[in-house]
């Protein structure tokens, strides 16, 4: 048996999150339903003009690595926080769920800060993230321990974190280690914007690397340059092992050995969107580890991502295990 089930790469950030109206979008400029990236002076203009927030620790893959914490998975995460105090939030809450974060700080005199988004959550429960990348974006091949790598069934690779200087290089030291000693690789393209960046990056690692694809409509679309979703699934299920396509209220799609299932998704008032994705990615890489089919762990990712958009923050309130028992899947 391994150390760990999963390993995590991401970007460490703090979600500081608040509601808005439409209009708060349009007046400061923010396309609604997706991340941007922006620089410090506009994170420090943004976090002066939005009303009441609430600082948690969030980051995409950190939020996976969070959920399969709280199931009690032996789980690790790597991501670059500064020594301060949103690092050390985001330093006590992720520990907090029982998960192993070693990372080193970025020098208190390092001229960024500790990443954070800023959420902005309007009445549909729709997220608009305005994200600065900060210290994370500094991710290198130092940050990543071999042995970490080769300890993991599964590593799990932030499409976000293809934004910066040395990630790729990060990427592939982690995939080398953890390939090397039998490991798998599971990556999620995070947003259809990343993936236009960095298509060409995504598609060479999904072909050669990639054992299991997370994506949502809108991202294997992009990733595929098509408007034909049954198009997109397949091409991507020529590629990898398992894929896993998030479609929001109408549940998701997997595809495995030519095999396909749809899993629908679990009934939920929508208060806050952010984090499905991640919940259902946590919760779909638990479940495998544990030995349950793709069918069933599809199913407990929707039940983990129904429990996050139910209330405020992308880490799981409820007991994620009892959820399942609920369901009969455990």
């Known amino acids: 048996m391994k150390t760990f089930q999963v390993v995590g790469i991401g970007n460490a950030m703090v979600d500081v999150l608040a509601h808005c109206d439409d209009a708060f979008l349009a007046d400061t400029g923010i396309e609604k339903g997706i991340m941007q990236l922006i620089d410090m002076e506009r994170a420090v203009d943004l976090y002066g003009k939005i009303g009441p927030a609430q600082e948690v620790s969030g980051g995409s893959a950190a ?22 105090q949103l690092g050390a939030i985001f330093t006590h809450d992720l520990r907090a769920q029982g998960a192993t974060y070693e990372t080193a700080f970025a020098p208190k005199d390092h001229v960024a800060e500790t990443g954070r988004c800023i959420v902005l959550v309007t009445p549909d429960g729709e997220r ?73 990056a995504f598609r060479r690692m999904i072909a050669e690397d990639v054992d299991l694809l997370f994506a949502n409509r809108a991202e294997i679309l992009s990733m595929y340059q098509t408007g034909d979703f049954e198009e997109a699934l397949s091409r991507a299920a020529a590629e990898v092992e398992f894929v896993a396509c998030t479609e929001s209220e109408k549940g998701a799609h997997i595809i495995t050995a030519g095999e396909r299932v749809h899993v629908p998704a679990v009934p939920t008032k929508v208060h806050d969107a952010t ?56």
């Open 63 to 84: 939020n996976s690595i969070a959920g399969i914490a709280h199931l009690g998975g032996r789980t690790a995460y790597v991501g670059k926080v500064k020594d301060d």
């Open 128 to 200: 608009s993230m305005s994200t600065y990348l900060g210290v994370t974006e500094f991710l290198e091949e130092s940050d990543i321990d071999e042995a970490q790598m080769a300890a993991a069934e599964w590593i799990y690779l932030e499409g976000y974190r293809f934004d910066g200087p040395e990630s790729h290089a990060a990427f592939a030291k982690a995939i080398a280690a953890a390939k090397g000693a039998g490991g798998k690789v599971s990556l999620t393209l995070s947003d259809p914007f990343c993936v236009e960046r960095h298509r060409d």
């Open 275 to 330: 984090g499905a994705g991640d919940l259902f990615a946590g919760a779909f890489l638990w479940g495998l580890s544990e030995g349950h089919g793709p069918e069933i762990a599809g199913r407990m990712g929707c039940v983990a991502a129904s429990e996050v958009i139910s209330h405020i923050g992308a880490r799981p309130e409820a007991d994620l295990k009892a959820l399942f028992q609920k369901h009969g899947l455990l």
